[in-house]
């Protein structure tokens, strides 16, 4: 295998396997545009370790015939705070109030099923919003969310003001077009019972997008915003594989020597199954490193 080192000295490695896990193509900006398109520019990596992988692996044996296997054009989307520094800074309390864009328009259903199990789909929502940012808008009920800590990850305070056109002049979004969305959204709440634990159904009535669970009226200044763009926390394109973690070409057939584990080896297409890469990444690294170490006996 041919490599460049420090100083972009080239280096060769002579061995009878070659197992790749360098992580998926989340650093690479142009292969991001590639693949998941010109929106990719409005997406941050979740954390800056992301940067270095930048689909070499995943090139290299692409460019030898290796059979790709993924989703390219997606990736696992998850929504920051654009202003933190931090290793995933999620801003997950936007089922609390509504999302807004630069428009001061409500674009999605805030409050559509577990947060866990749909913030991918909000996220990509938010990226497809003009500049891929959107507003979490909160008043003061949502200081009784427990565990705020799960909730919201970033060390940048939130933004506050007593007033919607205060709040609206700090976001840089227009103060008469959110004030109008905040009174349609809550002429459109509804009495009933808030469970903040469950999905409460406490869905909103006659207004498009229908929030469908959490619907409470935005009244109780001080009112609060989180900014939110996607992240991306992996991307889901890259090679085939065995069950042995064996990379096969286009016809199906195991190139010799050749394994590929976590990132590198592509699997998921549209949603991202919670919590498996690392698992992902353990399983098949552990498979990949026995059929290599077998293979290296004879
Ligand atoms: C904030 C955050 C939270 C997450 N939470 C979860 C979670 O709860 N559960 C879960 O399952 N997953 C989670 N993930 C995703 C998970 O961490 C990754 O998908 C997983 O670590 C991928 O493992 P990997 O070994 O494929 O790649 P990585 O862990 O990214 O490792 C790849 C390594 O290869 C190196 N590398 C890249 N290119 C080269 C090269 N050309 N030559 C040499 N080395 C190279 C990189 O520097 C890196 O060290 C999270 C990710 C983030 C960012």
């Not at 929106?39 to 990596?45: Q, S």
């Not at 674009?107 to 959107?134: H, K, L």
């Not at 009784?144 to 056109?165: C, F, G, Y």
């Not at 976590?262 to 991202?272: I, S, V």
Request: glycine residues 12%; positive net charge.
């Amino acid at each position: 295998m041919r490599a460049v080192g420090p100083g972009n000295r080239p280096r060769e490695y002579r061995g009878r396997a070659v197992i790749l896990g360098c992580g998926g193509f989340e650093g690479n900006a142009e292969m991001m545009t590639r693949y998941i398109g010109p929106r990719a520019l409005f997406l941050r990596a979740m954390s800056k370790g992301c940067h270095y992988n930048k689909g070499e692996g995943i090139a290299m044996a692409l460019a030898i015939g290796a059979a790709p296997c993924g989703d390219f054009g997606s990736w696992h989307a998850s929504p920051m705070d654009p202003r933190s520094d931090r290793a995933g800074p999620s801003i997950f309390i936007y089922p609390q109030g509504i999302l807004v864009n630069q428009h001061g328009q409500r674009f999605v259903d805030e409050g559509p099923g577990p947060t866990d199990e749909t913030y991918e789909s909000v996220t990509r929502e938010i990226n497809a919003q003009p500049g891929g940012i959107a507003y979490a808008i909160l008043d003061t009920t949502v200081a009784k969310v427990k565990h705020p800590e799960s909730v919201v990850r970033s060390e940048v305070p939130l933004v506050q003001a007593d007033t919607l056109a205060g709040l609206a002049q700090q976001l840089k979004i227009p103060a008469e077009a959110l004030e109008a969305t905040v009174a349609a959204y809550n002429q459109a709440c509804q009495l009933g019972a808030y469970n903040e634990a469950a999905m409460d159904g406490l869905a909103t009535k006659g207004i498009s997008p229908r929030k469908s669970n959490w619907a409470r009226p935005i009244t109780k200044p001080p009112y609060i915003a989180y900014a939110i763009i996607g992240s991306v926390v992996l991307t889901f394109g890259g090679l085939r594989g065995t069950p042995r973690a064996q990379v096969v070409n286009q016809q199906g057939d195991v190139i010799p020597g050749l394994y590929a584990a976590g990132e590198t080896m592509g699997l998921y297409y549209r949603n991202y199954t919670g919590a498996t890469s690392v698992l992902k990444g353990l399983v098949f690294g552990r498979v990949a490193g026995i059929d290599a170490a077998e293979r290296l006996r004879g």
